[in-house]
C-alpha cells in the first residue's frame, strides 16, 4: 500500500472549539458577543441595541441567544439588579471572538515577528511541559474519547488553549493573572 506524504509546511493552526463554533454559527450571536465586551446589559437592553442595528425578533428569541452563549461559557451574568419585585440579570463577555483576516501585504511582516518570536515560545512551551507534563498528559488523555483517537492532537490543542488564556491575562486584562 503506498505511504502518502506530504511537502507542505504547517504555518499556522486554525481552532475550532466545538462549544464556541455552535455557539457563534448564528450571526447575531457574534453581535451580541461583541456588544457585551465593554459593556454589561440586561436582555432587554441587548433586544433594543439589537433592534438598532436592524435585528429585529421578539425578546425571548433574544434570550435564547443569551443563553445559548452563556451556556457555551461566553457570556457570564456580570450583576443583578433588582427592581418593583424583580431581578434582573446583566450580561458580559468573557470571551472575544475574532474573525478577521489579514491585509495580503501583511503575511511578510507577520512570519518575520513569528519567527522572531518562535524561540522564546519554543523555550516557553518547555518549560511548561517539563514543569506540567504530567498534568498535560493526564488532560490530553481525558480529551481523547478512545485510543483510535489519541492520534489526534490534543495535546497541540490543550498547549495552544494554555497559551491563548495567558495572553488574554497578561495582555487584554486589567487584573493580569500573577
Known sequence: MPE???????????????????????????????MLADT??????????????????TLNTVRHHVNELRDAG????????????GTTKYY???????SYALPEDARAAVDSMARDLAPDIAALVADLETTHGDALERIADEMAPCEHCRSQKYETYLLLTILRRA????????????
Open 4 to 34: 502518502f506524504t506530504s511537502d507542505v509546511t504547517v504555518d499556522d493552526i486554525a481552532v475550532r472549539d466545538t462549544n464556541v463554533s455552535s455557539a457563534v454559527d448564528e450571526p447575531v450571536r457574534a453581535m451580541i458577543l461583541d
Open 40 to 57: 454589561a446589559r440586561s436582555v432587554t437592553e441587548i433586544d433594543a441595541e439589537l433592534a438598532g442595528r436592524g435585528y429585529d425578533r
Open 74 to 85: 461566553l457570556v457570564e451574568v456580570a450583576r443583578l439588579e433588582e427592581r418593583n419585585g
Open 92 to 98: 458580559r463577555a468573557n470571551t472575544i471572538v475574532l
Open 167 to 178: 495572553f488574554v491575562a497578561g495582555t487584554l486584562r486589567d487584573d493580569p493573572v500573577q
